[in-house]
C-alpha cells in the first residue's frame, strides 16, 4: 500500500493536514486579508469580538487580534520551520556521526547530548535568550539549541541499527567511502523517524517560542502568537480573548503537527502502525 | 530654638519649614485633629498589601530601589520629611534653622526615640548616618553631602552641619528614602554592605522587622516602644510579594490586600478600580519623585544629533494619547524637562505639540526624502524593561514615527542590558524615566549638562552639551535665593526645549489604591513612602 | 540485586553525576558571564542613580574585577565545600535562599509528578484496554490537548474560570498570608492553592505519560510473552497487571528519569502565573538581575535534582527490570 | 488405531481483504491421536502456524473462522465461551511456541512463571516442589537455582526447556509444538526433540508438531500433513509420506532437501588464494567511556588455506565464531592478531584507501535478503554500485548489471524496481549479482541460504555453483547446515567456540569424524537416518 494510502486512511493526520493547510493558507493571504500592519492602531481598545468591526477583537492599543493572530501565523511556521532545520542539522549530523563512527567518537557524543540533556531545555532557552537579548534570531538559535539532543538520540539509534544492518555491510565490503555509505546508504532508511520527529520538534517549537515571549523574551518587531499571549495575559479579566484566541491558533497548529506526525510515524513505519511517536524533549 | 527660626524665615523654604513645624505638618495629625475630621484612629488591625519587585535587602542606602524604599521607610525614618508641595516637614528632627548665610542648619532632636533594639537614638547616629554612611554606600545622597564642611553634635540632641558654600535645597536631601537614620552601634566600623545585621534591619521607625520569607512576604510588626505615644495604630504591615501584575489586581478586587502601590496595578485595570466604592484611587504623593519620561536620544550620532530632527521627533508623538490610551489617565503629558509638581517648573515653556505635517515638514527640510516604502530615515529603539505598559510605549512609538517617515526598530533587553548599553552609550533612541528629586539641581542638572556626561547610566547619557544651559544650572544651583533660582532655572528650561535633546513624554503618577477603611494613607510629598504611623484602618 | 552490587552501583553512578553536575555548572558559570551587563549595572539601574565610584565598589563587593578564570576557581573551590556563595544582591547566603524556597518547588513539582505519572498511566491503561473504542479515542484525544497546549495559558484559563469565574480556588500565592493558621487548617490551604498550580504543570505531563503508557502497553501486549501467558490460561485481568503493565512500565520509568528536568523548566512558567514562591521564578528574577551566584546555585540545586532524580530512576528501573545488570 | 482426542474438520479461516489469498487456511481436517506425533510441515505462509493459534484460540484479531469445528475432549472449542476456553488453555491443552528468547516474561523469575500455571488453574498444595519435579523432567540442570532465576540468565534450550515444562505443567491431553527448535542450534534442537519425544511416550500426550523442517519430520513425527497456501495437500503416515511422497509438492520439497552426501571432490591446482594463520578477534562486551567491558573470545587461533578454485565450508553452531572470521576476511571486524594473505599480501595492516583495490577481488554474499539490500535504492543501482565505486562509468556498469540479471535468472526489468517488490531467493539472486559484479576471484557467502524456504534455498545454491564453476570462483561457504555444506563444499573446518577443531576433505570429515564435536553435530542433524528420495521426474 503506498505512503499516501496509509497516510490518508488516518482520520487523525487526515484532520491535521486540513488544519495545517488552513493555517498555512492564512499564513499566506494574510496581506491580502487584512492589508495593513498588524501593529497598526485602528480603532477602539478593548473592543469585543465581532464589535467595530474586529472579527476576534481589539487588543489594549486598537490593534486588530485577527489581523495578528493571521500575520503571527507565518511568523510561527518561521521560528518552528527555521529552528528544526537548525537543530536537524545539528542533531542529524551528531546523530550519525556517533552512530556510524561508533567507539569513543560515540561515547563523546552521547555523553555530550546527556549532558544537553540534563539542563532542563527550558531553562537553557530562557538562558540562553537573555544573554542574546530577545531576537528572531536569538530565539531560533536558543530553540535550535535546546531541541538538538533528541535527534542525536534518535539518529543514533538508527545509524548503529543499520550500520549492522547487512546492506551497508555489503556497501564497506563492495569499498564505498564512509561519507557516501553514511548519506546514500543509511541516511535514506533513517529518515522516517527523523520527519517524524521533525513534525513534532516544529511543534514543540511553535511552543517553546511562545512561552519564551510569554516571560517576556519575545523579537519584540514581530507579532508572534506567543507575544500576542504574552501582551495579552495581563489583561485577561479584561479582555480575554486577547489571550484566548492566539493560544487556541497555537493550539490547532501544534495539535495537527502531531497529528500529521503520528500519521506519518504510522504511514512510515507500519509495522510499529500503534507505536505512537512521544518525542522526549 | 523658635526665634532662630523665625530668623531663617526671610528665605522661602525656611518660612514654609515654620509653618510646616507647627499646624501644617501632616505627619503630626493628633488625636484631636482626626476626632475634628470625623475619623477617629483605631487601633488594632493588620494592613496586607503588595510589593513588587521584592526587595532584595531591607537596608536603605545600602539599596535604594523602590521597592526598598517603600517598606524600608516603615522601619528606618529620616530627620525631616516634605510636603505634597515640597516644603520640609519634621520627623526623626523636631525643628531645624538654617543661618542667614544659608551655610548653617542646626537640627534638634526628637527626644525619647530608641532603636528597634533598645538602644537610644542620639545626635552621634546622625553624625555617623550622614558623614560615614551614606556618604559612602548611598551615590545620590553623597553628591549632596560632600558638600557639609563640618559636622557637629553639641548635645545628644543637637546636629549642626556647615556648608562649603550656600545650596539651597539641601533640606530635601534628610527624607527617609534619601538618607535614613542608621544605627551607629551596628554600622560602625563594620563593612556596611556585607554586614550580618542587613539580614535583620533595626531603625527608629514604627514598625519592627519580623519575619521574611523570601518570595513570599515580609512581615513587620508594631514597634511598641515608637516614639509618638499611641502609634502606630496598625498592630502590623503584611507585605505579599506577588510577581504576576493580574494576580496582584485579583488580590486587590478581592480584598486579599488593602493597598497597591508604586507600578502594582498596570494602568488598564486602575479605570475600573475608580469604579470600585470600596476603594479609593490616589494618584497623588509622588510629588517629591515625580518621575519623567522621555525618549532618550543618543546626540552623537547622524540624523539625532541634529534639533530639527529631534523636533520632528516630538511632532510626531501624540503625549495625550500615550496619557490617555496607555497609561488610562494615570500621569499627564509632559511640558518640558521640568515636572511640573517640581519646584521652579515654568508654565509657559512649552515642548512642540502633536502635529504630524509639521514634523513631514521638517523632515522634509532636512532633505530626508521618503522612499518607495515612505521611510525617511530608520532609527533604533531599545525598550526599557520595566513592564508590559513600556513596551506598549515603544510599540506606539514606532508607530508613530512610521507616520512621519521614521522606521523604528525595536530592541528588547533586561535590566541588567539596557543598563549597560545606556551606560556605554550604545544606543539610538531608548525610552527612560528617572526621578527628579523635588528640585531641579537634584534631579534635572544631571541629565543636561556637560560635566555629567558619564559612561554611567542615569548620567547625561544623550551626550546633549549647551555651554549656556551649564552656565545656568551651575548659578542656579549655587544661588542663595529661591527666586534667583527660579529665574535661571526659567531660562534653562527654555534653552532646553529649543533644542530638545529628548522627546519628553509623560509625567508618570503610580496609583496608589487602598480599601476606604484605610485612613492616611497619603499625607506626604512621598506618599506610601511614609513611615505610616498614622495610619489606621477603621472598622 | 544484591546490597553489595547495589552500592557498586550506585557509587559508579555518583561518580558520573558528580561530573555531570560539575560540567554544568562550569558550563552555566561561563554562559551567564557572557550576558551584557553585570548585577552592579542591574542595582545602578533599579536605584536610578549611580556614579563610577558607586559602580566601582559594587564590582570589587561581588569579586567582579578578578580575571573569569579566577572567579570560577574560587567559585569551584567554594562549591567542593558546599559553600554555594553569597547573593550580594540579596544580602543572603545562597543555600539559604534556595532552600527557603526548594520546599515550594518540590511540592509543586512533586504533586504535579505524581498526578501526572498516576493519571496518566492509569488513563494510557484504560486507553489501551480498550483500544479503537470510544473511551480509547476519548482519552487519547484528550491526551493530545493537553499535550498541544501551551502551559502558562492553561494556568490562565484555569485561573479565568476557576478563580475569576467561579471563584472556587484561589488563583496565587501558596498560602493565604495573615491568615496565620497552622496544622490542618494549614495544610489545607496549601492545598486549596497548590490545586491549580499543580494542575497546570501535571496536565501536560500527564498528556505525555498517558500517550507513553498507551503505547507501551499496546506494544507490551503484542509481545511473544503475553502470547505464552494467554496459551497458560491466565485470566485477561492478570496478564494486564503481571504480564503487560510491569514491562510496560520500563519505558514510563526511562522517561521519567528524562524528563525530570522539564518538569523543573515548566515551574518557572507555573511558578510565574501563580506566584508560587518556589526556586522557579527565584532563577528567572535572578536571571535578570544578573545575581549570579543565587542563578549559578539554582542551576546547581536543579542540576542535583535532575542527576538524584535519574538516579532513583535507574535505580528502580534496576529493580523493576532484572536483567539491568549494575552496569 | 485409538479414537482421535483433537480433531480439527474443515477449518477455514479468512484473511483481511486485500491479502493475496482468501483465506489463510482453508478446509483443514487434521485429527491428533493419544501419544501420537502430527507433524504439519509447510514452507512460510502455508497457513500451519494459523492452524495451531486456531486451536489454542489465539488467533489474532481480525482473522475470523470462517467454516469448520475444532472437537477437543467433546467440545467444540470454536464455540466455547471465553472463560471456559480459557480454563482448558494450559490446562488440557499445552503449547510451546518458536521463540524460546522473547516467550517468557523477562521482568517474572522463572519458578514463579511455571507456578503460574499451576496457580491460575486453582491448583494448591506445594507448588514449588511441582514446579521443581517438573524441571527435573525436563532435564535442566540444578532447579532449586532454575526457579529463582530470570529467563534472562538461561540459554534458549533451557528456556525452551522452561517452555516445554510449563506447557506440560498441569499433564494436558494435547501439546502443540510451534516451530519449536527452530530458532536453536542443531545440537540444542536434537535434545529438545528427543525430550519431547520422551515426554510425549512416556505421558500418552497427543502432539500438533509445526515445523518447515522435513529433517525435524523424519526424526520425530508419526503422522505428517502437508501444507500449502493454507491447505493440507498430503496427510498420511510418516514413512509413507516422507518416502514415497504422492503430491507433486511434497515431492518437490522433499526433493529439496539437502540430501547431505558429500559432493564428489574437485581436484584443484595448490595455488593458495587465501591463507590465514592464527588469526584471533575479541569482543568487548558492554563497557563505555571511562571503563572497558569483559572480553569475549570471537576467534581464536585460526589457520587455513584456500586454493584456487576451491570451496571451503565454515560450520559450527550459532556463536562459534565462523560469521566473525568470515568478517574479519573483508574486515568488516579488525582481528587483534595474525595474518591474512591475499595472494601473498596481508590485507591485516591495511587502511581503508590500501584495502579498496582488494575489495573488488573479494566479495560477499549475506545470509539475510531482506536486510541485505537497500530498500531505498533501485535494483539496478545496487548492482551497479561496486563497479561504479571503483571507476567504471555509470552507463557501463548499469549495462553490465543487465547482463548479471539474466546471469541470475531475473529478467531485465528488475533494473528500475526497488527490493521490496521481490521475494527472499530473488532478492538472494540480486545479492550474489551484487557480488560477481565486481568479477572478484574470492566470494565469501555467509549462511546465503539458512533464511529461506527449502525449496528455494536448493534454486539458490544451484546458482551458486553454477556461477562459480563458470567465473572460476574460490569460495568461503558460511553455514550452520552440514547437509547443505555436505553437498556444496570440497573441505569442511569446523568451529567451535572460536576455534576450527577439525579441517578435512568434506567426505572425511563426513565420513570419519575425528573430533568429538564433529561428531556430536553429526549425530544432531535431524533425521539423518531419513534419505530423502530424489525426485521421480
Known amino acids: 500500500m503506498s505512503f499516501w494510502r496509509r497516510f490518508a486512511r488516518n482520520l487523525g493526520a487526515m484532520v491535521g493536514l486540513a488544519i495545517l493547510a488552513l493555517v498555512a493558507l492564512m499564513a499566506v493571504l494574510a496581506p491580502v486579508l487584512f492589508p495593513f500592519s498588524p501593529w497598526e492602531m485602528r480603532g477602539i481598545p478593548f473592543m469585543p469580538p465581532g464589535e467595530a468591526g474586529f472579527l476576534l477583537g481589539s487588543d489594549s492599543l486598537g490593534r486588530d487580534v485577527a489581523a495578528g493572530i493571521a500575520h503571527g501565523a507565518l511568523v510561527s511556521f518561521l521560528v518552528g520551520g527555521v529552528s528544526t532545520v537548525a537543530a536537524l542539522l545539528l542533531g542529524v549530523t551528531l546523530g550519525a556521526l556517533a552512530g556510524y563512527a561508533g567507539g569513543w567518537v560515540d561515547d563523546a557524543i552521547m555523553r555530550f547530548t546527556e549532558f544537553f540533556q540534563t539542563i532542563p531545555s527550558f531553562v537553557l532557552a530562557v538562558v540562553l535568550v537573555a544573554i542574546f537579548t530577545p531576537s528572531i534570531a536569538s530565539i531560533v538559535v536558543s530553540i535550535a539549541i535546546v531541541s538538538w539532543p533528541p535527534v542525536t538520540r534518535v539518529v543514533r539509534a538508527e545509524f548503529l541499527s543499520l550500520r549492522s544492518r547487512e546492506f551497508v555491510q555489503a556497501a564497506e565490503v563492495l569499498g564505498r567511502g564512509r561519507i557516501a555509505i553514511m548519506v546514500t546508504e543509511i541516511l535514506p532508511n533513517a529518515l522516517s523517524p527523523i520527519i517524524v520527529l521533525a513534525s513534532l520538534m516544529v511543534a514543540t517549537a511553535i511552543l517553546l517560542e511562545s512561552s519564551l515571549s510569554f516571560l517576556g523574551l519575545g523579537d519584540p518587531n514581530l507579532m508572534s502568537w506567543g507575544f500576542m499571549i504574552g501582551s495579552g495575559r495581563s489583561v485577561i479579566r479584561i479582555a480575554w480573548w486577547m489571550s484566548v484566541f492566539p493560544g487556541i491558533a497555537i493550539f490547532l497548529t501544534v495539535l495537527a503537527l502531531n497529528l500529521v506526525g503520528e500519521g506519518l510515524n504510522d504511514a512510515l513505519n507500519p509495522r510499529l502502525a500503534r507505536r505512537r511517536g512521544i518525542v522526549v524533549t | ?539 | 540485586m544484591g546490597a553489595a552490587k547495589l552500592l557498586r552501583f550506585l557509587a559508579a553512578r555518583s561518580v558520573k553525576a558528580v561530573i555531570v553536575v560539575l560540567a554544568i555548572v562550569v558550563f552555566q558559570f561561563v554562559l551567564i558571564r557572557l550576558a551584557p551587563g553585570d548585577p552592579a549595572s542591574v542595582i545602578a539601574g533599579q536605584s536610578g542613580a549611580a556614579d563610577p565610584l558607586f559602580m566601582q565598589q559594587l564590582r570589587e563587593q561581588f569579586g567582579l574585577d578578578r580575571p573569569m578564570h579566577e572567579q570560577l576557581l574560587i567559585y569551584l573551590r567554594d562549591m567542593a565545600t558546599l559553600d554555594l556563595g553569597f547573593s550580594h544582591r540579596q544580602q543572603q547566603p545562597v543555600a539559604r535562599l534556595i532552600l527557603e524556597r526548594l520546599p515550594a518547588t518540590l511540592l509543586l513539582t512533586g504533586t504535579a509528578f505524581l498526578l501526572a505519572i498516576t493519571g496518566g498511566v492509569a488513563l494510557g491503561v484504560m486507553a489501551a484496554r480498550r483500544v479503537g473504542r470510544p473511551a480509547d479515542s476519548a482519552i487519547t484525544v484528550l491526551a493530545l490537548t493537553f499535550y498541544a497546549t501551551p502551559i502558562f495559558w492553561v494556568g490562565l484559563i484555569l485561573v479565568l474560570i476557576f478563580s475569576v469565574w467561579l471563584e472556587w480556588l484561589p488563583s496565587f500565592g501558596m498560602f493565604t498570608v495573615g491568615a496565620e493558621l497552622s496544622g490542618w487548617a494549614h495544610a489545607l490551604d496549601v492545598g486549596k492553592h497548590l490545586i491549580l498550580p499543580s494542575l497546570t504543570l501535571g496536565l501536560f505531563f500527564l498528556a505525555i505519560y498517558a500517550r507513553l503508557a498507551r503505547a507501551s502497553m499496546l506494544e507490551v501486549a503484542d509481545q511473544d510473552f503475553v502470547r505464552t501467558a494467554r496459551a497458560k490460561g491466565v485470566p485477561e485481568g492478570r496478564i494486564v497487571r503481571a504480564h503487560v503493565l510491569r514491562n510496560a512500565l520500563l519505558p514510563v520509568i526511562t522517561f521519567a528519569g528524562i524528563q525530570a528536568g522539564q518538569l523543573v523548566g515548566g515551574s518557572i512558567l507555573v511558578e510565574t502565573v501563580f506566584a508560587w514562591p518556589g526556586i522557579g521564578r527565584l532563577a528567572f528574577d535572578a536571571l535578570l538581575a544578573r545575581d549570579y551566584a543565587t542563578l549559578l546555585g539554582v542551576f546547581f540545586c536543579t542540576a542535583v535534582m535532575v542527576v538524584v532524580f535519574n538516579l532513583i530512576t535507574d535505580l528502580l528501573y534496576a529493580v523493576v527490570d532484572p536483567r539491568v545488570e549494575v552496569a | 488405531m485409538t479414537s482421535p482426542i483433537l480433531s480439527i474438520e474443515n477449518l477455514t479461516i479468512g484473511l483481511p481483504a486485500g491479502g493475496d489469498r482468501a483465506n489463510a487456511v482453508e478446509d483443514v481436517s487434521l485429527a491428533v491421536r493419544p501419544g501420537e506425533i502430527l507433524c504439519v510441515v509447510g514452507e512460510s505462509g502455508s497457513g500451519k502456524s494459523m492452524t495451531a493459534s486456531a486451536v489454542m484460540g489465539l488467533l489474532p484479531k481480525g482473522l475470523p473462522v470462517r467454516s469448520g469445528r475444532i472437537m477437543f475432549e467433546g467440545n467444540d472449542l470454536l464455540t466455547l465461551p471465553a472463560e471456559t476456553f480459557r480454563a482448558l488453555r494450559g490446562a488440557r491443552l499445552g503449547m510451546v511456541f518458536q521463540e524460546p528468547m522473547t516467550a517468557l516474561n523477562p521482568l517474572m523469575r522463572v519458578g514463579d512463571q511455571i507456578g503460574e500455571a499451576f496457580r491460575v488453574h486453582g491448583e494448591k498444595g506445594d507448588i514449588r516442589s511441582k514446579v521443581l519435579a517438573l524441571l527435573e523432567d525436563v532435564r535442566l540442570p540444578d532447579p532449586p537455582s532454575i526457579i529463582g532465576a530470570y529467563p534472562f540468565r538461561l540459554s534458549g534450550g533451557q528456556r525452551q526447556r522452561v517452555m516445554i515444562a510449563m506447557a506440560l505443567a498441569l499433564g494436558p491431553s494435547v501439546l502443540i509444538a510451534d516451530e519449536p527448535t527452530t530458532a536453536l542450534d542443531v545440537t540444542t534442537q536434537m535434545q529438545i526433540l528427543r525430550l519431547i519425544r520422551g515426554l510425549q511416550e512416556r505421558r500418552g500426550t497427543g502432539v500438533l508438531f509445526i515445523t518447515h523442517d522435513f529433517g525435524v519430520v523424519a526424526e520425530i513425527a508419526d503422522q505428517v500433513a502437508v501444507m500449502q497456501h493454507g491447505r493440507v495437500v498430503e496427510h498420511g503416515e510418516a514413512a509413507q509420506v516422507l518416502n514415497a511422497p504422492q503430491h507433486p509438492y511434497t515431492r518437490a520439497l522433499t526433493a529439496a532437501v539437502p540430501h547431505g552426501r558429500a559432493r564428489p571432490a574437485e581436484t584443484h591446482a595448490p595455488e593458495p588464494v587465501l591463507a590465514l594463520s592464527g588469526v584471533e578477534k575479541s569482543f568487548r562486551r558492554g563497557g563505555g567511556l571511562f571503563r572497558r567491558g569483559s572480553p569475549v573470545q570471537a576467534v581464536a587461533d585460526a589457520s587455513f588455506t584456500l586454493v584456487k578454485g576451491e570451496t571451503l565450508g565454515l560450520v559450527g553452531e550459532s556463536g562459534s565464531g565462523k560469521s566473525t572470521l568470515a568478517r574479519c576476511v573483508v574486515r568488516l571486524a579488525q582481528p587483534e592478531k595474525g595474518e591474512i594473505l591475499f595472494h601473498g599480501t596481508d590485507l591485516l595492516p591495511l587502511g581503508r584507501a590500501a584495502m579498496q583495490p582488494y575489495r573488488a577481488r573479494i566479495q560477499m554474499v549475506f545470509q539475510d535478503p531482506y536486510a541485505s539490500l537497500n530498500p531505498r535504492r533501485r535494483v539496478g543501482d545496487i548492482i551497479a554500485e561496486g563497479p561504479v565505486t571503483h571507476g567504471v562509468p555509470r552507463d557501463k556498469a548499469l549495462a553490465r548489471a543487465l547482463e548479471l540479471l539474466a546471469l541470475v535468472q531475473l529478467d531485465a526489468g528488475a533494473m528500475e524496481r526497488f527490493p521490496h517488490e521481490f521475494s527472499g531467493g530473488q532478492r538472494q539472486r540480486i545479492g550474489i549479482a551484487r557480488a560477481i559484479a565486481l568479477e572478484p576471484e574470492l566470494l565469501i557467502a555467509d549462511e546465503p541460504v539458512s533464511a529461506l524456504d527449502v525449496s528455494v534455498q536448493a534454486q539458490i545454491l544451484d546458482l551458486l555453483d553454477g556461477i562459480r564453476k563458470r567465473l572460476g570462483l574460490t569460495m568461503l561457504f558460511i553455514t550452520h547446515d552440514l547437509r547443505v555444506a555436505a553437498q556444496v563444499c570440497d573441505r569442511i573446518a569446523v568451529m567451535q567456540r572460536g576455534r576450527i577443531v577439525e579441517i578435512g576433505p568434506t567426505a572425511k570429515v563426513f565420513g570419519a569424524p575425528e573430533h568429538p564435536y564433529t561428531r556430536e553435530l553429526l549425530d544432531a542433524i535431524p533425521g539423518k537416518a531419513w534419505t530423502p528420495p530424489l525426485e521421480a521426474a
Not at chain 2, 484612629?41 to 536603605?60: D, S
Not at chain 2, 548635645?155 to 542608621?182: G, N, Q, S, Y
Not at chain 2, 552623537?300 to 488610562?328: E, Y
Not at chain 2, 535633546?501 to 487602598?514: C, D, N, Y
Open chain 2, 1 to 539: 530654638m523658635m526665634t532662630e527660626a523665625r530668623k531663617a524665615a526671610t528665605s522661602a523654604l525656611g518660612r514654609r519649614t515654620l509653618l510646616a513645624a507647627s499646624a501644617a505638618a501632616p505627619a503630626l495629625m493628633t488625636l484631636g485633629e482626626a476626632r475634628a475630621q470625623g475619623v477617629a484612629p483605631r487601633r488594632g488591625g493588620v494592613l496586607n498589601t503588595i510589593i513588587t519587585p521584592e526587595p532584595p535587602v531591607l537596608i536603605l542606602g545600602v539599596n535604594n530601589q523602590g521597592p526598598t524604599l517603600i517598606v524600608a521607610s516603615k522601619i528606618y525614618q529620616g530627620l525631616l520629611t516634605v510636603t505634597p508641595s515640597l516644603d520640609p516637614a519634621p520627623d526623626l528632627a523636631k525643628s531645624w534653622t538654617r543661618s542667614d548665610d544659608g551655610l548653617t542648619y542646626t537640627f534638634a532632636l526628637q527626644e525619647g526615640v530608641k532603636w528597634h533594639d533598645g538602644r537610644d537614638f542620639t545626635s552621634e547616629d546622625v553624625i555617623f548616618s550622614i558623614m560615614k554612611f551614606h556618604m559612602e554606600v548611598n551615590p545620590r545622597a553623597r553628591a549632596i553631602l560632600q558638600r557639609i564642611d563640618k559636622a557637629e553634635a553639641p548635645d545628644a540632641h543637637t546636629v549642626r552641619f556647615t556648608l562649603k558654600a550656600p545650596f539651597e535645597p539641601f533640606l530635601l536631601i534628610f527624607d527617609v528614602t534619601a538618607c535614613a537614620m542608621v544605627p551607629k552601634h551596628i554600622y560602625d566600623g563594620t563593612d556596611f554592605r556585607n554586614n550580618p545585621a542587613n539580614a535583620t534591619p533595626i531603625g527608629t521607625g514604627p514598625f519592627k522587622f519580623a519575619e521574611w520569607q523570601r518570595g513570599n512576604f515580609i512581615r513587620m510588626v508594631r514597634n511598641e516602644q515608637y516614639w509618638k505615644p499611641n502609634q502606630p495604630y496598625l498592630d502590623g504591615i503584611t507585605w505579599r510579594i506577588v510577581p504576576d501584575s493580574q494576580s496582584r489586581a485579583l488580590a486587590l478586587q478581592t480584598g486579599q490586600v488593602q493597598m497597591t502601590t508604586s507600578n502594582d496595578i498596570e494602568p488598564f485595570d486602575v479605570p475600573r478600580f475608580q469604579q470600585q466604592p470600596n476603594l479609593t484611587v490616589a494618584l497623588n504623593g509622588w510629588e517629591y519623585f515625580s518621575p519623567l519620561s522621555w525618549i532618550e536620544i543618543n546626540n552623537r550620532l547622524d540624523n539625532l544629533k541634529d534639533p530639527r530632527f529631534r523636533r520632528a521627533m516630538a511632532h510626531a508623538v501624540d503625549r495625550n494619547f500615550i496619557a490617555q490610551r496607555l497609561w488610562f489617565g494615570v500621569g499627564k503629558p509632559a511640558t518640558g524637562p521640568i515636572a511640573s509638581t517640581t519646584r521652579f517648573h515654568d508654565p509657559s515653556v512649552q515642548m512642540p505639540a502633536f502635529n504630524p505635517r509639521e514634523a513631514n515638514a521638517i523632515l522634509d527640510g532636512m532633505g530626508l526624502r521618503p522612499n518607495a516604502q515612505g521611510v525617511r530615515a530608520s532609527i533604533k529603539l531599545m525598550q526599557i524593561p520595566y513592564g508590559e505598559v513600556w513596551n506598549r510605549l515603544s510599540e506606539y512609538l514606532r508607530q508613530a514615527m512610521r507616520q512621519v517617515g521614521i522606521e523604528v526598530t525595536l530592541e528588547s533587553t533586561d535590566v541588567a542590558g539596557w543598563v549597560r548599553r545606556l551606560a556605554a552609550w550604545e544606543f539610538e533612541t531608548t525610552i527612560n524615566f528617572v526621578y527628579q528629586w523635588g528640585d531641579p539641581t537634584l534631579g534635572v542638572e544631571r541629565t543636561y549638562v556637560t560635566s555629567n556626561i558619564q559612561k554611567v547610566a542615569f548620567t547625561n547619557t544623550a551626550g546633549y552639551s549647551n555651554p549656556e544651559v551649564d552656565r545656568l544650572f551651575e548659578a542656579a544651583r549655587n544661588a542663595a535665593q529661591a527666586e534667583e533660582r527660579r529665574r535661571l532655572f526659567s531660562e534653562a528650561q527654555k534653552k532646553i526645549v529649543e533644542d530638545m535633546p529628548l522627546v519628553w513624554l509623560m509625567e508618570l503618577a503610580f496609583p496608589t489604591i487602598h480599601d476606604k477603611r484605610l485612613n492616611n494613607v497619603i499625607r506626604t510629598g512621598t506618599g506610601v513612602h511614609a513611615s505610616f504611623d498614622d495610619v489606621f484602618l477603621s472598622a
